[in-house]
């Protein structure tokens, strides 16, 4: 227990102490600053990282879960009344099949292993339904937890540059939701409320989206 508490507040004081970095340089996604801190704090104290691993998972992966479900939050405060239904429905099925469609070609055509193919399909989505995903088509989790992130933080870190000319709330947040899933989308509240909310709207319909067809589609084809 003594030592899921220390990983815990490991975990805790990095991203503390990443949260005014962050402010200073805020084309940088507080998750990267703060994986630097756990790094720096774990070597500082010779502490294992499969031993911190081991101890913050079962923990963080729960409580993402809970974070994934309070999205329902900012979704209940959104006018959906002037919302294009049709535009809207569109672009999120051609983005969580594009996303999905696309690294899984670019790993089948580097000839990686088909665990790994499927891994590269969870990109579309968020690291709590990714897991879960993942778990349904026996792909190895670490490596679907890194492609999510290191998704999350290019979509991110690129957003400023592609989306500068962009001045509609609703079509940056909804792109970031859809493209840099939680991360985007906590870049996309800095942007403002309406683009937070539409973020989480993007990625909250896309995770549920992709964890019907994705799974249902692979086991459709496998079983052909």
């Known amino acids: 227990m003594l030592a ?4 815990f507040f490991i975990t805790l004081i990095a991203y503390l102490a990443a949260k005014p970095i962050n402010k200073k340089l805020p084309q940088i996604p507080v998750i990267v600053i703060g994986m630097f801190f756990v790094i720096g704090m774990l070597y500082l104290f010779g502490i294992p990282y499969e031993n911190y691993m081991a101890q913050v998972n079962p923990l963080f992966n729960t409580l993402l879960g809970y974070v994934t479900v309070a ?7 959104m006018r959906y009344d002037d919302l294009p239904l049709k535009a809207v429905g569109g672009i999120l099925v051609f983005a969580s099949i594009s996303a ?9 055509l580097l000839h990686l292993s088909d665990p790994t193919i499927m891994a590269f399909a969870t990109r ?14 026996h792909s190895p989790v670490p490596l679907v937890i890194l492609i999510v992130i290191l998704s999350g933080v290019i979509g991110a870190a690129f957003s400023p540059l592609i989306l500068r000319h962009i001045n509609d709330e609703r079509a940056s ?3 970031l939701g859809l493209a840099a899933h939680a991360i985007g989308t906590a870049q996309a509240w800095q942007r403002g409320s ?4 539409y973020a989480a709207f993007g990625m909250a319909v896309n995770a549920v989206f992709t964890a019907v067809w994705l799974p249902s589609f692979i086991f459709f084809l496998q079983k052909m």
């Open 194 to 197: 309406v683009a937070g909310r």
């Open 173 to 175: 947040g909804l792109a």
């Open 124 to 137: 579309a989505v968020t690291t709590p339904i990714a897991i879960n995903i993942a778990a349904l088509l």
């Open 71 to 77: 999205l329902a939050i900012p979704l209940a405060a």
């Open 4 to 7: 899921i508490i220390s990983a």
């Open 100 to 108: 999905v469609a696309l690294p899984m070609g670019l790993a089948y």
